[in-house]
């Protein structure tokens, strides 16, 4: 690979878990969001990508493609969700992770809420983090 597109073609079609775990070391954070769109990633390289950070943007972004990927497991999803706690804390806004991780079941209920009490939280992401929590079945 020699070009930050060739590292981006094969974060999106590699099936390989080893080369994707690979690339997850990469400079490229637009390589690290295919990484957590790809279904073949597995629980080891999403927890790697949970502590990668960029800019808030794309750290956000990140977060909520890894709160929402098929494969991440109980780990990768209690690290993403202090990830997320840290950056509300900081006064940051991943509202669409908070949000994405309402929805697994594989959290429990409290654990998301507190999301919403901490400093970043607006009384909107409390109303639909509420609504999100009440449709989980």
């Known amino acids: 690979m020699h070009t930050p597109a060739d590292y981006l073609e094969r974060a999106r079609v590699e099936n390989d878990s080893s080369v994707l775990h690979r690339l997850a ?3 490229y954070p637009f390589v690290w969001h295919a990484l957590a ?5 597995g629980p080891e390289t999403l927890l ?3 502590t990668a ?3 808030a943007w794309n750290d956000n972004r990140l977060l909520r493609l890894l709160a929402e990927h098929p494969r991440a ?3 990768v999803l209690r690290a993403v969700r202090d ?3 840290a950056k509300l804390a900081e006064g940051e806004r991943p509202y669409g992770a908070v949000l994405a991780l309402a929805g697994r079941r594989e959290l429990e209920e409290v654990e998301v809420r507190q999301l919403g009490a901490l400093r970043g939280a607006s009384a909107r992401l409390r109303s639909q983090l509420d609504r999100c929590l009440k449709l989980r079945p």
């Open 83 to 85: 990830a997320v706690a």
């Open 53 to 55: 950070q960029e800019s």
């Open 25 to 27: 070391r990469c400079p």
């Open 73 to 75: 497991d109980h780990i």
């Open 37 to 41: 769109s790809n279904p073949h990633t």
């Open 48 to 50: 790697e990508l949970s």
